[in-house]
């Protein structure tokens, strides 16, 4: 049974994120703000939001990665703009955020990579104030043999077995499209370094969860573990995605995900 506070407590714990959230505003003036333009929609936004984000089982930064790719994912144009700063404030570097948009590209399609590639370095040139973003890099060129080898490190996460024979595999199931996943998904995003494993899975599960991709959870919550996430971490995620993603998404994950990693739960 999940602990029960007083409503005291949880606005306290609200507060103590939008004062993150929004540096030069006066949380209880957010609160009334909110309240008074959009009523019971708005005063929830300041307690149940600001209440979420300041839960310990997951850190604020894990928070802001799993909540910008979210949010891109669902072409969330305002709301990404703002969490793009949050999560620099949250402890995310440029670079990071910037190869989250990588993984969107591939889970969510280009256009909404694009998309939101706007939407962020909006945000990150605001918080550089700077007119023009610089330092970005080309992908690394490489042929389909050296994707085919940085893959073979990442075949667990496509549930492909071990090593270079996972891709003639996962062809038979799925034809060109496996090929696809494999040598871009894995052979190039996946095996980047800028983020962490344990991130990229973070990133990958929270995608899959607000697009309402439950097929895939199993076999990604499996891999998660291999990547550092626990089932504690994951039931957070799935908290917290129920305000992002909503309740029937989230809880439709939950149940996928605990069915696949009960036996396996660190």
């Known amino acids: 049974m999940a602990a029960s506070m007083s409503y005291e407590t949880r606005h306290a714990a609200a507060a103590e994120s939008f004062a993150i959230f929004f540096p030069d505003a006066e949380p209880e003036r957010t609160a009334a703000s909110l309240a008074r333009r959009l009523g019971a929609l708005g005063s929830m936004a300041f307690d149940v939001v600001g209440a979420m984000w300041s839960r310990p089982q997951l850190s604020r930064r894990d928070r802001s990665l799993m909540i910008i790719s979210v949010l891109a994912a669902q072409a969330r ?85 071990e090593g270079g024979a996972a891709l003639a595999r996962l062809e038979a199931a799925s034809g060109e499209a496996a090929a696809t996943a494999w040598r871009w998904l894995l052979g190039e995003i996946w095996s980047r370094e800028v983020l962490a494993d344990r ?16 097929d895939d959870l199993p076999r990604l919550a499996r891999a998660a573990l291999r990547l550092g996430l626990t089932r504690a971490d994951m039931d957070e995620m799935t908290n917290h995605l129920a305000l992002y993603a909503g309740a029937p998404r989230a809880l ?14 660190p």
């Not at 991130?199 to 439950?214: F, P, S």
């Not at 439709?252 to 739960?265: G, Y």
């Open 199 to 214: 991130d990229k899975a973070i990133v990958t599960l929270a995608v899959h969860i607000a697009l309402g991709a439950t």
């Open 252 to 265: 439709a994950a939950a149940r996928a995900i605990r069915r696949a990693v009960t036996a396996k739960a």
């Open 77 to 161: 144009d305002e709301e990404l703009i703002v969490h793009t700063r949050i999560g620099l404030a949250h402890g995310l570097v440029r670079a990071e955020i910037e190869e989250i948009l990588l993984f969107i590209a591939a889970l969510a399609g280009f256009p909404a990579a694009m998309a939101a590639s706007r939407r962020v370095d909006a945000a990150l040139k605001d918080a550089e104030d700077v007119e023009r973003l610089e330092g970005r890099t080309a992908a690394k060129a490489k042929s389909d043999d050296e994707r085919d080898a940085d893959a073979a490190r990442f075949a667990f996460v496509l549930a492909a077995g």
